[in-house]
C-alpha cells in the first residue's frame, strides 16, 4: 500500500456512502470516496423535480463541500470497472485504486421485469437526470398537444401511465395529476384539461403493499377520487411507442410511461464471483461483510443481509443506518476488535400522496391524511443537506401550496438518462 494509514475506498455517494464517509473522516481515517457525479442527490425528493414543483439543483449538494471538514476523506468523480478483491485493486476510469477496507455503496437501478419493449420505450425514475427526463417529457407533451387538431392524438399525448404502486409511483402519480389541474390548466387555456389523464398500473392487489393494508386502500380511494385512474392487479405486458399494453389485451395509447416498477441491484463488475441474493443483491453477514470478505462491505440497496429478522424496504434510514454500522465496524478492525452485527432501528415510514394527504406508520401506529403529509414536509426539509437547498425548498414549498407555482416550468433538455453501474440509493 502507498499509505501507511488503512486507506478505506466507498464506491456510491448515496446516502450509505455519504455517512460512512463522514463518521470515518470523523475519526481521521483515509478515506476516498468515487462516484459518477460530483454532488449527493437527495432521492425521496426526485419526484418534485420531475413535477416541477422544485429546481433540479435544490435537491443535489455538491460532494466536495459536503466533504471539505473532513481532510482526510477524499473525493474521486469516476466510473468503477472492475473490482479486484484478491489483490484489492479497483479499476475506475483506467485508474487503479488500492484499499484496505472497501465500502460498496452503488445502490439501485431500475428492473423491467423482463418486459417487451419496457427499456427502451419507459422513463426509470432513479436518478436526477430521469427525474429532468420526465418532467421535459409531461412539458412537452403540453406544449404538442397545444397545437394538434386530432382529438385522439391530443388524449394520447396528455395520457400519462405510471407503472408500479410503491411510495414512487404514488407520489409521482398523486404530484403529476395535481401539476396538470393547478398550473398547466392555467398555462394552457386552450386545452380541454379533462382530456389529460393520469393512469397508476400496480401488479398486485393494492397500492402501498409495504404499508398496512388500509392504508393502502387509502390511497386508492383518494386518488380515484381526484381522478387518477388505477388499475391494480394488471401486470404489463408490453410498452411501445404509442402503447401500454397488459396482460388482459387492454391497451392505453400513451407517449408517456414512467417505470417505478421494480429495482435491481446496481453491483459493480467484480473479478471474483460474489454471492448473491434476490434483486441481484450481494449477500453480506450480520456484520454487513460480504460473504468470504472481511475488509469488504455492502450497505444500502447493494445488500441483502444474511438472516435479517425484518426486511428491509430501501428507504434512506436503513442506508444511512447501514452506512454508520459498516463504518463502525471498520474502526473496531483498525484497533482490533470484532465487528458487531447491524441493527435497524425503524423510526417509521412516510409517503406523500398529494396536497393535505399522505400515509405514514410510526412505530405499530398507522397515519394518514394532513398528519403524514405534513410529518413527511417536516422530516425532509430536516434532512436535505445545505442551508441554501432548505430555504430554497421551503420557499418553493409554500409557492406552491398558496398558489399552485413551483419551479419555472422550462423544457431544458429531452436527453434520457443512462443506468450506470454506480448510482445513488433511495
Not at 404514488?170 to 393547478?182: D, F, K, R, T
Not at 405514514?360 to 401506529?365: L, M, N
Request: net charge positive; proline share 4%.
Amino acid at each position: 500500500m502507498t499509505s501507511q494509514k488503512p486507506r478505506v475506498v466507498i464506491i456510491g455517494a448515496g446516502f450509505a456512502g455519504v455517512e460512512a464517509a463522514k463518521k470515518l473522516g470523523k475519526h481521521g481515517v483515509n478515506v476516498l470516496l468515487i462516484d459518477r457525479h460530483n454532488y449527493h442527490t437527495f432521492i425521496p425528493m426526485l419526484y418534485q423535480v420531475a413535477t416541477a414543483i422544485l429546481y433540479p439543483h435544490q435537491i443535489i449538494y455538491p460532494l466536495r463541500r459536503l466533504l471539505r471538514d473532513l481532510p482526510t476523506v477524499n473525493f474521486l468523480q469516476g466510473n468503477v470497472r472492475k473490482i479486484d478483491f484478491n489483490n484489492q485493486i479497483i479499476c475506475a476510469d483506467n485508474v487503479a485504486i488500492d484499499y484496505n477496507y472497501l465500502i460498496i455503496a452503488t445502490g439501485s437501478q431500475s428492473q423491467f421485469l423482463g418486459v417487451t419493449g419496457a427499456p427502451e420505450n419507459s422513463f426509470p425514475m432513479r436518478s436526477l437526470t430521469d427525474a429532468i427526463a420526465i418532467r421535459n417529457q409531461v412539458l412537452s407533451r403540453f406544449e404538442q398537444a397545444a397545437k394538434v387538431t386530432d382529438e385522439d392524438e391530443k388524449r394520447r399525448l396528455l395520457t400519462f401511465v405510471i407503472v408500479g404502486g410503491g411510495a414512487t409511483g404514488v407520489e409521482l402519480a398523486g404530484s403529476l395529476n395535481e401539476l396538470i389541474h393547478s398550473a398547466l390548466s392555467k398555462d394552457y387555456p386552450t386545452l380541454n384539461i379533462d382530456t389529460a389523464r393520469v393512469i397508476l398500473v400496480q401488479s398486485g392487489d393494492r397500492l402501498f403493499p409495504s404499508y398496512p393494508q388500509k392504508l393502502g386502500k387509502y390511497t386508492e380511494k383518494w386518488l380515484l377520487r381526484h381522478g387518477v385512474k388505477v388499475h391494480l392487479n394488471s401486470k404489463v405486458s408490453k410498452v411501445t411507442p404509442e402503447a401500454v399494453y397488459l396482460e388482459d389485451n387492454t391497451a392505453i395509447f400513451t407517449d408517456t410511461v414512467i417505470w417505478t416498477a421494480g429495482v435491481l441491484a446496481a453491483t459493480p463488475e467484480t473479478k471474483q464471483s460474489v454471492k448473491t441474493a434476490a434483486k441481484e443483491k450481494f449477500l453480506v453477514e450480520q456484520t454487513l461483510q460480504l460473504c468470504g470478505h472481511k475488509n469488504i462491505y455492502g450497505v444500502g440497496d447493494v445488500s441483502y443481509v444474511d438472516n435479517q429478522e425484518e426486511q428491509l424496504n430501501g428507504v434512506a434510514q436503513e442506508a444511512i443506518q447501514q452506512g454508520k454500522t459498516a463504518a463502525d465496524n471498520i474502526l473496531r478492525q483498525i484497533r482490533g476488535a470484532s465487528p458487531k452485527s447491524f441493527s435497524y432501528f425503524n423510526k417509521g415510514r412516510l409517503a406523500i400522496i398529494a396536497k393535505h394527504a399522505g400515509v405514514g406508520k410510526i412505530g405499530k401506529f398507522p397515519i394518514k391524511g394532513f398528519v403524514a403529509w405534513f410529518l413527511w414536509l417536516e422530516v425532509h426539509l430536516l434532512y436535505l443537506p445545505g442551508i441554501r437547498n432548505r430555504l430554497g425548498v421551503l420557499f418553493n414549498w409554500l409557492k406552491y401550496y398558496f398558489f399552485s407555482e413551483g419551479a419555472t416550468r422550462i423544457i431544458i433538455s429531452t436527453a434520457k438518462s443512462e443506468n450506470l453501474p454506480v448510482s445513488s440509493e433511495k
